[in-house]
Nanobody, 126 residues
Framework: QVQLVESGGGLVQAGGSLRLSCAAS????????MGWFRQVPGEERDFVAA????????SYTDSVKGRFTISRDNAKNTVYLQMNSLKPEDTAVYYC???????????????????WGQGTQVTVSS
């Protein structure tokens, strides 16, 4: 079992930056494929970014390409999401997730993830 805790959310003006962190605890001797998703009330949880177990491969949804960067520090069991040039439409609760399957690819679908954090609110004002 793996526990995930997100942090770093908050209120920021449009054009600003935030860095989200996702700290993993529990069975962390194994590195897992990780991802970030976001959700607004009344809508489905949407894919934002994903990173492979080694960190060598990443994937982003089109709306954040060039603005967001996902990275990981396996020694610290932490995954990051650097968010620059934030827009009001980025406002959402952001969740990190981990996939227990030991493969080498990125995972972009929510259904494939096994463990989720509690989420952190990101609000971008115009």
């Amino acid at each position: 079992q793996v526990q995930l805790v997100e942090s770093g959310g908050g209120l920021v003006q449009a054009g600003g930056s935030l860095r989200l962190s996702c700290a993993a605890s529990g069975r962390t001797s194994i590195n897992y494929a990780m991802g970030w998703f976001r959700q607004v009330p009344g809508e489905e949880r949407d894919f934002v970014a994903a990173i492979s177990r080694s960190g060598s491969t990443t994937s982003y949804t089109d709306s954040v390409k060039g603005r967001f960067t996902i990275s990981r520090d396996n020694a610290k069991n932490t995954v990051y999401l650097q968010m620059n040039s934030l827009k009001p439409e980025d406002t959402a609760v952001y969740y990190c997730a981990a996939d227990r399957q030991l493969h080498l690819r990125v995972v972009v679908t929510a259904q494939e993830y096994d463990w989720w954090g509690q989420g952190t609110q990101v609000t971008v004002s115009s």
